[in-house]
Structures are given as structure tokens and as C-alpha cells.
């Protein structure tokens, strides 16, 4: 079954530390991979996705079809990243469904 | 641009009783969907819909029903809420799912059912 795992339910670092927020994904598929981002009273929004190989706020994600991951990382977190980050698989990219399999989320709390 | 507009933002609803939580959008985007999300829990998709007219099921639409009358308007209606419904409740629209555009999402529903 396609499955999204995100295996910490809170990430604490302090300000400055290198950050990973790890993604495993269970699709026998071609995988689309997105991160979510959603700050205290904001909404849900797109932080990035695989197919844009692109770097936003300083995080990257690679998707690494050996190890079925997409792990979010920033070399030196900074105090605003603290939010909820969701990774989400796209099962069924360029079909005429939309669905995401999101992850349960992981809360990072970025320490001063 | 208001973007996904989702109203109201809390509600508390009596077992049984019946309510339709309101999404519109203004970015004339084909798919729309809606999403609960459990305490602690990732989002779910309860049904989406490719375009006005054309609604079809998710991952757990059991409770709900949609209609899709407009391009704007994607309501979610639930007809006897149960505990079980309580939840917060995400609705979302993307241009197009060829291309791999993003996901929009509202604010949120937050619907507590006692």
C-alpha cells in the first residue's frame, strides 16, 4: 500500500545546528514527492517539490529512489523554520486523479 | 486574490445534526479537494473534484457529500454528524494535476462534534 512515513513527530535543534527532517515513502510507482509547510496560524502552503530541484528558505530535499526517502535539510536552522512539515506523495502525477498521501507531520522547534 | 476561502473557521455541531462547510476560490483552478486532518495525524482526502460538475470519492468519504455546481464553490456536507467527524477540515485546488502544480490550501475548519 503507498504509504508516507515521517518517523519524528518533533524535531528540536537549536538555532544555528544542521537540520534534517527525514521522509520515507512506500510507492511502486513513479514518485512525485512535495514538502508542506505550515507555520503557527498560517495555512497549509508548498515549501517544495522534487521535480523543481530547487532550494527554498535555504532547504533542500533529494529524492533518493534506493532508500524510497525524501529527506528535508538546512545546513543552520534558523528560528522562523519552526512549523509543522508535512511530506506528501503524489500518487497519481500526470493522471486525471489528484491525490496526496500525506505524512503525519513533523513538528521542528528551532531553539534560540 | 483571497486565494482558498473557507468558512466558517469554527463550528461546534450537536450529534446528528447536519452542516455544509464552504470552500470558494478565486484563482479559477479545475480540481478541487478536501482534506480532514485528526490530531496528530497526516490529511486525509474525503473527495475531490477535476472540475464543475465531475466530484468523486477519496480516502474516507463515508459521512460527507460534495457538490460542485461552479468552477468558485466546492461544499462539504456532513448529514449526521458523529463524534468521529471531529476534526479539522482542509479544502484545496490546483490548476491543473498534469504539470505537477502545488496544492493551495485554506485556513481550515475547525468542526467539534458533541
Known amino acids: 500500500a503507498q504509504r508516507v512515513t515521517q518517523p519524528e513527530k518533533l524535531l528540536s535543534v537549536f538555532k544555528g545546528a544542521p537540520v534534517e527532517l527525514k521522509c520515507n515513502y512506500s510507492?511502486?510507482?513513479?514518485?512525485?514527492l512535495f514538502w508542506y509547510v505550515q507555520y503557527s496560524r498560517q495555512r497549509l502552503q508548498l515549501l517544495l517539490r522534487?521535480?523543481s530541484r530547487e532550494s527554498i528558505k535555504g532547504f533542500t530535499a533529494d529524492l533518493n529512489k534506493g532508500e524510497t526517502s525524501f529527506h528535508l535539510k538546512k545546513p543552520f536552522a534558523q528560528e522562523e523554520d519552526s512549523a509543522m512539515y508535512y511530506c506528501?506523495?503524489?500518487?497519481?502525477?500526470?493522471?486525471?486523479?489528484?491525490?496526496?498521501?500525506f505524512g503525519k507531520g513533523t513538528k521542528l522547534s528551532v531553539k534560540p | 486574490n483571497a486565494g482558498v476561502t473557507q468558512t466558517p473557521k469554527f463550528h461546534i455541531l450537536k450529534i446528528g445534526q447536519s452542516m455544509t462547510l464552504q470552500c470558494t476560490q478565486d484563482?479559477?483552478?479545475?480540481?478541487m479537494y478536501w482534506y480532514r486532518q485528526d490530531p496528530g495525524m497526516g490529511l486525509k482526502l474525503i473527495y475531490y473534484?477535476?472540475?464543475?460538475?465531475?466530484?468523486d470519492k477519496g480516502e474516507v468519504p463515508n459521512g460527507y457529500n460534495v457538490s460542485r455546481s461552479t468552477t468558485e464553490d466546492f461544499p462539504l456536507r456532513l448529514e449526521l454528524a458523529a463524534p468521529s467527524q471531529t476534526s479539522v477540515y482542509f479544502c484545496?485546488?490546483?490548476?491543473?494535476?498534469?504539470?505537477?502544480?502545488?496544492?493551495?490550501f485554506g485556513d481550515g475548519t475547525r468542526l467539534s462534534i458533541l
Open positions: 506528501a506523495l503524489d500518487m497519481n502525477y500526470g493522471g486525471s486523479q489528484g491525490n496526496l498521501i
Open positions: 510507492y511502486s510507482g513513479s514518485p512525485e
Open positions: 522534487h521535480i
Open positions: 484563482m479559477n483552478h479545475n480540481y
Open positions: 473534484s477535476v472540475g464543475a460538475g465531475i466530484t
Open positions: 484545496a485546488t490546483d490548476f491543473s494535476h498534469f504539470g505537477n502544480q502545488p496544492q493551495h
